[in-house]
């Protein structure tokens, strides 16, 4: 892998983990607002979502985001769920 | 080297920032996904609402052979070929080559709708790291060979 290829991924790993790190840590008051929808963040933000798959990655295409450059996410109450 | 789990507040569990790559062809590409740790699971896999939010066409990826019990039934997946998992260290990033990664396919091989879940670490990739518990959160621990 090359130094330029090294430092991306060492950026994307960073954003990727502060993302993470506010989804789960946010997960409960998503529940409230998002449920049983799918949702895009980026930089620790919701910029997307809707209850339906197709129309959730029409909506990802109509802002021009492309999903790997941002965490995507299914927002549900898994209290109680086995898996 | 460490990795760092973060426990959700809602469920309670441990899940793992995780970049996907994919040298195979078209696709040659990244994806970011949180895995579920799930020490209960014999393999690590992508659920398929996972691989269809990130745009990974399925039909174009070689079909898996083996077919798993899940909760939600038998199950029949796709394989990703030449796949790397990369994870974030307290050092640097950590890459490591899982070769075909499994993807579940929307449906069980008795056609019901196959829910949606998270993608899963199985014990076939958390067996080779030590798990610490710390402030917190979960901590993957792989000793330097």
Known sequence: MSINMNATIEQELDQLEKDSEWLHSHYNDLVGR????????????????????DNFKKELENKNVNPSGILIEYIRDKRGSIY | MLITCYKNNNDRRYYVPVIVSTAHRPLL?????????????????VSWNDGTSNNIDTLSLPRDNRIFNSVAGRIRGYLLPQSTLIFKSNASAFNMPVGELSISDYQTTNRNLY?????VIGIDIISQF????????????????
């Open chain 1, 34 to 53: 998002f449920s049983e929808e799918f949702v895009a963040i980026k930089n620790q933000h919701i910029i997307a979502n809707h209850r339906n798959l």
């Open chain 2, 29 to 45: 590409s990244r994806f970011r996904m949180n895995f579920l740790v799930d020490t209960g699971s014999p393999m690590t896999h």
């Open chain 2, 115 to 119: 829910p949606i879940l998270p993608s």
């Open chain 2, 130 to 145: 030590d798990l610490l518990f710390e402030d917190g959160n979960e901590r993957m621990y792989k000793r330097l060979q």
